[in-house]
């Protein structure tokens, strides 16, 4: 029954597609990809003009949908696990503001907050000319966020260090937990790490040859009244109001996850824990953090992938993503209404499905192995 | 002799600290009282960089001072219990008070001091506050979008009957109380059906739906006075001759259309918005997106693989991607996949989308809570030979419900914070309208406080929903 039922109507949409497909003069297939796109895009990370194909104008998308996304989890991360720390806080006024900013900034449309910082918050920025340097070298403006860009002198020599003393870390990591099982003995892991990673760096620094210097974004005059920053590096401002509302609203939620981690921690885990004789610290890293982390990371988990499909909603403000430059200007030049929304669809669909997978297999390496 | 100590208060010193700590605190908090309030700056002798940072340090010292163990004091302990235990806290409780402080001058001056209610053009509009003539002159445009004015006692009628009709739950006694679940399930969401999509579009389609009110009330009141041996043939029977009655017999429209009566303006579905279309989408997709998500999750725990895949693939499709591709797709994938002649609405397809989009969360929800419930219950259920709809509505579903209230109040409050999403479709509710009123040329620059204006209406909305649903967890929480 289900079958024929599932069948029938499958049937029903291809063959009411192909009608109209062809009443239209629309034929499907996903040639027009590597076709000419013959539009522009104003952001892009990778190389990218008009005499491009579509599928380098999907990939800017895509890389810009990333971008946003993981600016957007990292921001969220600090703040939400600051703001639920904060709202177990003994201090009241803490604790009272945390609760203010969780219930502000839930409780308000998304759209709404993109909308607002971009519409009416960056809009009260300085002009370029007008802007004030921060720490000298940044400038804050009314046409986004200009820092200094790095120039590297033997980048790879410094990555390879960077890698090295993550290796050395792992290794010494492991080496500490053999140790500490077999004799009981403990090893300070953490000061070894940070040393580690700041030595090795430093060291391809001053015999490897790396150099680094800045370029600082400086005025430049490209009319009588417009001025722009020239050099370093430049954020627009839709990327701005975007990473910023879309981690502000994000960690309400993480903060909330946060809070409901450490609160489902059992009070006599850490009396237990302080009656052996272990510190305070000692009872917050081994105890209940492990314990703790075990609740928070499967709804965290839900926040960073509703906070990439989010990130879809770049489009109201023309922040060039995936939905903007592909389901947007694409769609519209092509008309494969079909082919263009599936691929987005399916590109959306795979990065959750990817996230979620990484950390349905995280949460399984820390989940307690029970008997 | 007991040793003379300075540094450390005790019984015989207490007040000491007591009167310096709280001198030094007040001093604190009154610099920057005075200053962000009267912009009077009484210490504005000493050097710039040591005035910015005095009142942070003469208050850290004041509450170092009054941070005195089991002083005796009732408010002193309870101060220093709830904002100075330790010189950390003390220091953050300082910065939030500070900010504060600092925070509250510049709002309310841009919130009411500095603020222009009166008149109704742009020109009142000369201070540095908000502009809320902007909000006076356009509050019909955000609260019911594009619908003409004369005709916008339709949409307020038809609100005020349906929270009547929703609050009859409040007046119903104990006789009629059972009848309350179909009431609500069944028969309420087809009364708004039908003031909604009728009586709020009119035109032609409003008689239909006049004819079968008429027919309804009609039958209702001779219904009274049927024996009740023969009621239910009675009211299988009459309102449906008497609906036929009227719309063949009496010819009302064509009254109407020979001038006689006035009849309702036809009003199209793009014409709508502002508030009032937030209320209907979230109002629809909430009933629909329910017993969707309830059957997915249903099957998703069926016996029967291909219906459980069908679940699973469902769920997970709707759950993996954006909301705003969702409405993409029914703007212009959707109808390449309908006969050509075939016309749906847009904003019954925007319903239609919205809705199978929260279903699948509310069916990962409900599943939540099915699966929470102990095995024990499936089988005392069928042991006592109960058949699976049986079982699921008797003894299953209540439960499971019962536990995922606050789950589903999160799904229906991302709902109501969706909507605004409609913009990619082209239909204007709330903040699509402020965006358009935005972009008039004789509005310009008065972003900010439309976006503040409709920041609070969500805001009070979100905010009592998610009350009310915290009081209905407290309400039907259950030891078990």
């Given amino acids: 029954m289900t079958v024929i039922a599932v069948v029938l109507v499958f049937g029903f949409f291809t063959y009411n597609a192909q009608v109209n497909m062809e009443n239209r003069g629309i034929d499907f297939g996903y040639g027009f990809l590597s076709q000419e796109s013959s539009f522009d895009v104003q952001f892009s990370l990778i190389e990218y003009d008009g005499s491009h194909s579509y599928f380098r104008a999907y990939l800017v998308g895509l890389l810009n949908t990333i971008l946003v996304s993981v600016i957007g989890i990292i921001i969220a991360t600090i703040l939400g696990v600051i703001v639920g720390i904060a709202r177990l806080s003994p201090n009241y006024l803490i604790n009272k503001f945390a609760a203010f900013y969780v219930e502000f900034f839930r409780n308000i449309p998304l759209l709404l907050q993109i909308f607002f910082w971009y519409f009416a918050a960056l809009r009260a920025l300085p002009l370029p000319q007008d802007a004030e340097a921060m720490f000298g070298i940044s400038f804050l403006t009314i046409k986004g966020l200009f820092v200094p860009a790095f120039i590297w002198q033997n980048f790879n020599i410094f990555f390879y260090s960077i890698i090295a003393a993550i290796i050395a870390i792992i290794v010494i990591r492991n080496r500490a937990k053999r140790v500490q099982e077999t004799q009981g003995k403990q090893t300070p892991v953490l000061l070894i790490s940070i040393g580690l990673i700041l030595i090795l760096p430093l060291l391809s620094f001053l015999i490897g040859g790396v150099r680094l210097s800045f370029e600082v974004p400086v005025l430049k005059q490209l009319a009588t009244t417009s001025f722009i920053y020239e050099g370093g590096v430049s954020l627009p401002p839709e990327l701005i109001a975007l990473a910023l509302s879309l981690s502000l609203y994000t960690a309400t939620f993480i903060a909330e996850c946060v809070r409901a981690g450490i609160q489902g921690v059992g009070k006599g885990q850490k009396e237990a824990a302080a009656s052996i004789g272990l510190t305070q610290n000692q009872v917050l890293k081994l105890v209940v953090m492990p314990q703790a982390l075990r609740i928070i990371i499967p709804p965290t988990t839900n926040q960073y992938l509703n906070l990439t499909k989010n990130s879809s909603l770049a489009a109201a403000i023309a922040y060039p993503d995936l939905v903007l430059v592909f389901a947007g200007t694409a769609l519209m030049q092509t008309g494969k209404a079909i082919e263009i929304v599936s691929i987005t669809m399916f590109t959306y669909l795979s990065l959750s499905i990817s996230i979620s997978l990484f950390m349905n297999w995280y949460n399984n390496k820390i989940a307690i192995t029970e008997k | ?480």
């Fill in chain 2, 1 to 480: 002799m007991s040793k003379i100590n300075f540094l450390k208060p005790d019984k015989s010193n207490l007040y000491t600290f007591l009167y310096l700590g709280s001198f030094l605190f007040f001093i604190s908090v009154l610099d920057v009282f005075l200053n962000s309030f009267f912009s009077l700056n009484f210490i504005g002798f000493l050097p710039n960089f040591l005035s910015f940072f005095f009142p942070l340090i003469v208050g850290f010292i004041g509450l170092y001072f009054i941070r005195i163990e089991l002083s005796g004091i009732k408010q002193l302990d309870l101060l220093n219990k709830h904002i100075n235990t330790n010189n950390f806290n003390a220091v953050l409780s300082l910065l939030i008070i500070f900010i504060i402080l600092k925070s509250i001058p510049p709002i309310l001056s841009w919130f009411f001091v500095d603020a222009s209610f009166a008149g109704d053009s742009k020109d009142v509009c000369t201070g540095t506050g908000a502009c809320w003539t902007y909000i006076k002159v356009w509050m019909r445009r955000f609260m019911y979008g594009m619908y003409p004015n004369g005709e916008q006692w339709r949409i307020n009628l038809s609100f005020i009957a349906l929270a009547l009709l929703g609050s009859v739950g409040y007046f119903a006694t104990d006789r009629f109380k059972k009848y309350l679940t179909l009431y609500y399930v069944v028969i309420y969401p087809f009364i708004a059906f039908l003031f909604i999509f009728f009586f709020i579009s009119g035109g032609p389609v409003f008689f239909d739906f006049s004819y079968g009110i008429i027919a309804a009330i009609l039958s209702i009141i001779i219904g009274f006075f049927i024996p009740s041996k023969f009621k239910f043939y009675y009211f299988l029977i009459v309102p449906f001759a008497l609906y036929v009655l009227l719309k063949y017999f009496i010819f009302y429209e064509e009254l109407i259309e020979l001038g006689k009566l006035d009849g309702l303006n036809w009003v199209e579905t793009g014409a709508w918005g502002g508030l009032s279309l937030t209320f209907i989408i979230s109002f629809f997709c909430l009933i629909f997106c329910f017993p969707i998500g309830m059957a997915f999750a249903l099957g998703r725990r069926s016996g029967f693989p291909l219906i459980r895949y069908i679940s699973i693939g469902f769920i997970e499709f709707w759950r993996g991607v954006p909301l705003i591709t969702v409405l993409f797709m029914s703007a212009v994938m959707f109808p390449m996949f309908l006969p050509a002649d075939f016309f749906i609405d847009k904003l019954v397809r925007c319903i239609i989308a919205i809705s199978l989009f929260e279903a699948a969360y509310v069916a990962e929800v409900i599943r939540g809570g099915l699966q929470a419930l102990p095995r024990g219950q499936y089988e005392a259920a069928k042991s006592l030979g109960m058949g699976y709809w049986r079982m699921h509505i008797f003894v299953i579903l209540p439960q499971a419900l019962k536990l995922v209230i606050p789950g589903i109040a999160n799904t229906f409050l991302a709902l109501v914070k969706d909507t605004p999403l409609i913009f990619v479709v082209g239909l204007l509710e709330i903040v699509g309208m402020l965006n358009l009123a935005k972009t008039n040329p004789e509005w310009l620059g008065f972003a900010m406080e439309g976006y503040v204006f409709a920041a609070i209406i969500f805001w009070i909305i979100c905010y009592a929903m998610s009350k009310y649903s915290y009081n209905l967890e407290q309400k039907y929480k259950t030891d078990r």
